[in-house]
Each structure stands twice: as C-alpha cells, then as structure tokens.
C-alpha cells in the first residue's frame, strides 16, 4: 500500500520570495516520486521526478525537491517565486520504480497563491 | 512533449442518460491507459487502467457497470457513464502512456448530470 500527504492544503508567498510545498509519502516498495502541477483548465503536467537515482532532483521552470528516506519526505522548492507559478500541485507516487506500470497515488493538492 | 487529448471538454447531460468521454494521444501509441476522477477541490483517485485489446482493470469500489471502458485502438480510449446521476457530476482526467515511464496526462472533461 502507499499514500501520500500533502501537509499544506494553501501556500502563500510573495513574488521573488522562496517556495516550500511539503509532501510526506509511504510506501510498501521503494517508490518513484512525483510532482505535478495544475493549471485553471489544463492538464497536469509533470514538474519532476525521483527513480531511485541522484535523491536531489531538479525538473522544470526552476523548481527542485529533495528525496529524503529517513524523512519519508520529497519536499518541492522554488528559491524565488514567480506570478505565473499560481496553480495547483500535487505530489504522487507509484510503487514502481518504473513509474508508469500502474497507476499514481495523489496527494489532496497545495493550491500555491502568489502575492504581488 | 506528448499530447493527449479529451473529448468533450465539457458536457451537460440528463440524469438517467449516457455520457460517453473520449481519451486520444495524438502522437504516440499508448500502450496503457488510466482514468481518474477528480471532485472540486480534491485529489485523483484512479478508477481503472486499461491495455490496449483488454479487459479494463477498475479500483476498488468502482463500478465497471457503470462506468464503461473501452481501449480498442492504441491511441484512443472511451469511458461512458451509463445512467448517469447527479452523482456522478466531476471531472474526469485521463492518462496515457507509451513504451516509456511516463504518465501524459489530457485537459479533462467536467461533467454535469442534471
């Protein structure tokens, strides 16, 4: 069995200041992490992601998280936020290592708000 | 990137009727697809995944009586809401994925039973 919990249902920072999403995960396996963001009326798309390799992992748009076992944690950062990152993200898992065999385990979502 | 398409974006439909949602990926062969449901302010939670020329395999506590799928091609999947209900009004997410790890992932379709 795995799941996911997105500690942080709301986030909110000002434009330019640091972005902290937290994000606690189990699983029976050793898992691949995920996170996805969710723009108003557009599909997910995949921020990044974590296979067993290196356990900090860059992905897009300048956003980073870090694979912590002895945390049980895969926390998403941003040193400095951007208007355009206002969206919905949710951090997933999968119980393979493959990522794709089966299908994701969602956390509830952090709907990320940028103050100007 | 990989593009998967939905099929109405919206829809609008009578409570009692059928509702049928398209899931295309417009340029790779899926291999495996999912379908997902989402309630307003809330996660997804998988409902079935689905290989291309078989049975789907639903979650627990999803209905394959109701919720309808079909994967006859490698690039399009359908999921139909028989007898739809009030209910049953969401958003429904599909993925696709290829030879690859990857999960794409359409634009949805909101759904309201009326």
């Known amino acids: 069995a795995q799941s996911v919990t997105q500690l942080d249902s709301h986030v909110s920072v000002s434009e330019g200041t640091p972005v902290l999403l937290r994000c606690n995960y189990s699983?029976?396996?050793?898992?691949?992490l995920f996170w996805y963001v969710q723009h108003p009326n557009k599909g997910l798309q995949l921020l990044l992601k974590y296979t067993s390799a290196a356990t900090l992992v860059k992905g897009i748009n300048g956003f980073e998280a870090e694979f912590k076992k002895s945390e049980t944690s895969f926390h998403l950062t941003k040193p400095s936020a951007h208007m355009s990152d206002a969206a919905e993200y949710f951090c997933v898992v999968s119980a393979y290592s493959g990522g794709g065999a089966d299908g994701l385990t969602f956390g509830k979502g952090t709907h990320l708000i940028i103050q100007p | 990137g990989a593009v998967v398409s939905q099929h109405p974006s919206r829809v609008i439909c009578k409570s009692g009727t059928s509702v049928k949602i398209e899931c295309r990926s417009l340029d790779f062969q899926a291999t495996t697809m999912f379908w997902y449901r989402q309630f307003p302010k809330q996660s997804l939670m998988l409902m079935a995944t689905?290989?291309?020329?078989?049975?789907?395999?639903?979650e627990q506590g999803v209905e394959k009586d109701k919720f309808l799928i079909n994967h006859a091609s490698l690039t399009l999947s359908t999921l139909t809401v028989t007898s739809a209900h009030p209910e049953d009004s969401s958003f429904y997410i599909c993925s696709a994925k290829g030879q690859g790890w990857e999960q794409y992932f359409g634009p949805g379709t909101r759904l309201t039973v009326t």
């Open positions: 689905s290989n291309e020329g078989s049975k789907a395999t639903y």
């Open positions: 699983s029976s396996y050793s898992p691949s």
